[in-house]
């Protein structure tokens, strides 16, 4: 939608990109989780194995969203650099 010359995101945009933002945060959080298992769980712990799975699946929603995105017209490369 454009506004006085603004490009202004549609709303259904605006909750593609939170998803991805909230996703975002919660891989910082898995990593932050298995660096502390790490430091403190004694060895055989299934713990860290978790926080990795949980991370990696976590990355995989996300790069399946922006490619949806993408295709969908949702997200789209706004680089200044590639309209020169």
Do not use: C, N
């Amino acid at each position: 939608m454009l506004v006085s010359g603004v490009e202004i995101s549609e709303p259904a945009d605006m909750w593609l990109k939170v998803i991805i933002v909230v996703l975002l945060l919660a891989v910082i959080g898995s990593l932050a989780s298995g660096f502390y298992f790490l430091i403190k769980d004694r060895s055989g712990s299934p713990r860290l194995v978790w926080s990795l799975t949980t991370r990696v699946t976590l990355s995989a929603i996300i790069l399946a969203l922006i490619v949806y995105g993408h295709m969908s017209g949702q997200l789209e490369v706004s680089a200044p650099w590639l309209y020169r």
